[in-house]
């Protein structure tokens, strides 16, 4: 019997254990804990869990996985104690939305016998905990992988084939591009909405601005109603990466102003907005996104460990990871 | 038999045209034409309209009620054309997305025998024209109503009547104040989806940042997928509204962006992310969107002409209008 532990039940957390539940690894029990227990209990009573752990310790011991599901700076804590007792050969990742201070913690306080690969699933949704979990929820969606210098490949293998048999789409990535980039497509649209609604709800007519608000307002504020936890470790965690791209937004901003302020802005407001058009159509069409197209190949690690996938979780899951690929994509959209 | 026109059948147009035909408005018929006569015909192979005219004056010829639902630079030239030819007692009205320059206009071009309602039905999707458009698109959502000076009770009645009917809330307001209000709500939000689309398309390492982009990316640039004039006529109808939230916004990001580049940033993020998080779930709650609640009361111009309804729209519409209030409601969510 194989052992996945999952440390922090949260949305994420129990999205991980509820899509592992659902694709039927042989022979494998997921655990879980948390700091609040209530929460890893009710991952249990979900169905993400085969049992609750009461604290990191028992977690870990004899685990061959090890998910650390947590807020980012916890990661830290989480990796400090759990260092001491890891065994040989056993896999660590995480799902923190920033990597860099994940990596250099992972080397500080995890020892060299173990593989840390961290990971980053670009999915979730803003109503956090384990109640509003989804097994789906990782579908389609790019899903970072980023191991430690020195990882094995069969330690990365064994993320990236978890990760594509949820159904994400592993994306090797390096952690200073990853933050980088994720402060653009993910950071950047966060704090957007946390503005729009600072901007608008401190102004003293808000009380009659909001009834007027309605499904663009809604979509744009949307993130806003995330996680604060959450939200400010990502920020801590990419002072840089967040600074620079709310300087290029900004400086959008005054230029699309400046637009608006000309005498005869017709032409170039329009071109504006054509040109976002455009460049979204492109996006949403995949030509800058494969991780979006069906026609999507798995990225693979350069030595192919299909036996040990097979050991960990029975030849079904490997024929659905390895065959022909139709059962790979079984279910989703063409 | 009645006489409704639309002018202009787009996304916004056809879909008032499905959604009056929902109702089964009695003895009346709707008739629409566009510039673009492909679009007109589409509208009535979706269902929106009995009948195609080739012309404006052929479309307000013996009409009740016209809808203007152009863009809102094109209301002023409709408005031109179709003044001399308005005859007493009809009822136009618009959806533009901007209320000052179209009452103005309104002022300026159209005779005061005839009764103008300036309207604005909060709602929409990204994608335009006539193929996009859903009978269900008005149903709950804030539908402003301003009615120019000296507008007849019964001429603004019927399109109160007429907004409640498909769905929507109607909701009065001074010119000045719709364009400072949706300046905050409405095209502050998609001015800022096309300054993330800008901002970030325009970085030489899109290519790679875009295969990150995942749902927040999604719902936060949307609104950059609209219709270009539509957004281009709405910014220069509305410079100051426009200029004026751009700027408390720009200020708020600077706000933010000042809380992450501190040493000791934690709390104070922290507070502003829990914040932003209860302000969104206050409006969502709608505890300051009366629109959004179920018990919301429809507000009532002061002498209240069921018997001109009932003429106008049947008995069985106006059952639904003026009944118990259980029928109004049937198939909303409570």
């Keep these: 019997m194989d052992k996945i532990?999952?440390?922090?039940?949260?949305?994420?957390?129990?999205?991980?254990?509820?899509?592992?539940?659902?694709?039927?690894?042989?022979?494998?029990?997921?655990?879980?804990?948390?700091?609040?227990?209530y929460r890893s209990n009710?991952?249990?009573?979900?169905?993400?869990?085969?049992r609750v752990e009461g604290n990191l310790a028992e977690a870990v011991s004899d685990s061959n996985i090890v998910f650390i599901c947590t807020p980012v700076m916890a990661i830290r804590e989480v990796m400090e104690v759990i260092g001491p007792r890891l065994t040989e050969g056993v896999v660590v990742t995480d799902t923190g939305g920033t990597k860099r201070g994940v990596l250099n913690w992972a080397k500080e306080f995890l020892p060299e016998k173990v593989d840390f690969v961290g990971g980053h699933p670009l999915a979730g949704r803003e109503t956090p905990g384990p109640d509003n979990a989804d097994p789906e929820m990782f579908k389609d969606r790019p899903y970072c992988i980023v191991p430690r210098p020195g990882a094995s490949t069969e330690g990365v293998q064994q993320i990236v084939d978890l990760a594509s048999a949820i159904g994400a789409r592993p994306y090797f990535i390096d952690a200073?591009?990853?933050?980088?980039f994720v402060a653009a497509v993910s950071h950047l649209p966060f704090i957007m909405s946390t503005?729009?609604?600072?901007?608008?709800?401190?102004?003293?007519?808000?009380?009659?601005?909001?009834?007027?608000?309605?499904?663009?307002?809604?979509?744009?504020?949307?993130?806003?109603?995330?996680?604060?936890?959450m939200h400010r470790d990502v920020c801590l965690?990419?002072?840089?990466?967040?600074?620079?791209?709310?300087?290029?937004?900004?400086?959008?901003?005054?230029?699309?102003?400046?637009?608006?302020?000309?005498?005869?802005?017709s032409q170039e407001l329009y071109d504006l907005f054509?040109?976002?058009?455009?460049?979204?159509?492109?996006?949403?069409?995949?030509?800058?996104?494969?991780?979006?197209?069906?026609?999507?190949?798995?990225?693979?690690?350069?030595?192919?460990?299909?036996?040990?996938?097979?050991?960990?979780?029975?030849?079904?899951?490997?024929?659905?990871?390895?065959?022909?690929?139709?059962?790979?994509?079984?279910?989703?959209?063409?």
């Design 176 to 180: 200073d591009e990853h933050d980088s």
């Design 195 to 229: 503005a729009l609604i600072g901007a608008t709800s401190k102004s003293p007519q808000w009380g009659d601005i909001s009834h007027l608000a309605s499904s663009g307002f809604r979509d744009v504020s949307r993130l806003a109603s995330g996680d604060s936890i």
């Design 5 to 37: 532990a999952i440390i922090g039940t949260g949305l994420i957390g129990t999205s991980l254990g509820l899509a592992m539940k659902k694709i039927k690894l042989k022979n494998v029990q997921i655990v879980g804990v948390d700091l609040e227990r």
């Design 42 to 50: 009710r991952a249990k009573k979900m169905g993400a869990l085969d």
């Design 237 to 265: 965690t990419n002072k840089a990466g967040v600074v620079h791209w709310i300087n290029e937004l900004v400086a959008e901003l005054e230029r699309i102003k400046g637009m608006v302020q000309k005498e005869s802005p």
């Design 274 to 334: 054509e040109k976002a058009f455009a460049e979204r159509e492109r996006w949403l069409a995949g030509v800058t996104t494969p991780w979006a197209r069906a026609d999507y190949e798995r990225p693979q690690t350069p030595t192919f460990a299909r036996t040990t996938a097979e050991l960990m979780f029975g030849s079904r899951a490997a024929e659905g990871l390895f065959g022909d690929g139709k059962k790979d994509d079984k279910g989703r959209k063409k």
